[in-house]
């Protein structure tokens, strides 16, 4: 998966992703874009009005239940850093703060600090998974927005996409700390105003860690992308719907470019009923390689009974993702399967021009 990140003013950051989603398909998701089907909800409350009876779109729910904790947030002493004090899960913060003690008069806040994971590019092109604190003094309109009332419970259809929680925390002038909780709409969403309020604040950046890496430098420039499913396993683990073995045909365009990506399975998706796998090299295919696969891949027989799955595999498939995928077992059992666009897979057997021709 390619991912670009760009800044945008108040210190806030937009995220940009691209991913390849087909039969196997780049496995990093660790960050999407969630679309509202307002359409949807729309049609709804139109047939409402004409007094049709009508059933919740999909890609709706009600309204959930939340039971907001009475009492005043918890006041905490002794702030480390987001990564020690406010930790949160890869997902996303958690939704907890929700249902957490509203924000009352009784704490004086003097500052407000953002703990964000953000995808970060590296300037050789790989990407960071990366943990910033931001920090903010001009909470005029932050405050306000933390104090308008929770909305009601709507009977209507709610949209499904998760809610965008901030981890936020306010300190007063002598350190001390509170997590306050949101007000919601009333579908149990943060208030828009509070997430403007949000955006708007002028960070200034006070800590700063990497999680992890997300894509290597090498995984971003050959395109493969830093994983990928392998879809040998998981079509010939599927009982009752195993591919056939017979001939196969290229499943891409016979004009497009191609991209050979290879993978390494790592020892925890060993044993997966889809194994993830972490990106080992890829790179374009010269046209003169082309035919020599081509002619390669013809002349493969059916493939042979095996049990087991690849430590490594690679994936051939077209540079502007048209068509679909063929995957090559580069050990255990070197079987091939072609994934095509449209129809069943087929399973044929490597051989050593074949296995030749995808090394390094």
């Known amino acids: 998966m390619a991912i670009a990140a760009t800044e945008t003013t108040g210190g806030s950051r937009v995220v940009q992703l691209r991913a390849t989603a087909r039969r196997g398909g780049s496995l990093e998701n660790d960050v999407g874009a969630v679309v509202r089907k307002v359409f949807g909800v729309a049609a709804v409350a139109v047939l409402a009005a004409c007094g049709a009876v009508a059933e919740p779109p999909a890609g709706s729910r ?12 918890a006041v905490e002493s002794g702030w480390t850093s987001c990564a020690v004090d406010a930790p949160e899960a890869e997902a996303g913060p958690s939704t907890g703060a929700l249902t957490l003690p509203r924000l009352g008069t009784g704490f004086a806040a003097t500052a407000a600090v953002i703990c964000r994971q953000e995808p970060t590019r590296r300037p050789d092109g790989g990407t960071d998974l990366v943990l910033t604190e931001g920090r903010s003094t001009e909470l005029t309109a932050l405050l306000a927005a933390l104090r308008l009332p929770d909305g009601r419970t709507t009977a209507d259809a709610c949209t499904l996409e998760l809610p965008l929680v901030p981890n936020l925390l306010l300190f007063d002038a002598s350190g001390r700390w509170i997590r306050p909780g949101l007000p919601v709409d009333g579908c149990g969403k943060p208030l828009p105003e509070v997430l403007q309020a949000v955006r708007s604040l002028r960070l200034s950046s006070t800590f700063r860690t990497v999680v992890r890496e997300v894509e290597s430098a090498g995984a971003a420039a050959s395109g493969c992308g830093q994983s990928w499913s392998d879809m040998v ?4 683990g599927q009982q009752g719907s ?10 891409f365009p016979p004009a497009a470019p191609l991209r050979l990506c290879a993978f390494r399975v790592p020892a925890d998706q060993q044993g997966a009923s889809k194994p993830a796998g972490s990106f080992a ?10 035919e020599a696969l081509l002619r390669a891949l013809a002349a493969l027989p059916p493939a042979a009974r095996c049990a087991g799955a690849a430590d490594r595999f690679a994936v051939l498939r077209a540079s502007d993702g048209t068509g679909g995928e063929l995957y090559v077992e580069l050990d255990h059992c070197r079987r091939v399967l072609v994934s095509p666009s449209a129809g069943p897979p087929t399973l044929a057997q490597a051989d050593g021009p074949l296995l030749e021709l995808l090394a390094r």
């Open 233 to 236: 396993t998981s079509e010939t």
């Open 242 to 251: 195993r591919p056939r073995a017979g001939r196969i045909a290229p499943p």
């Open 62 to 73: 009600p309204a959930p239940a939340l039971t907001r904790t009475t009492g005043t947030p």
């Open 281 to 290: 090299y890829g790179r374009p295919v010269p046209p003169s390689e082309r």
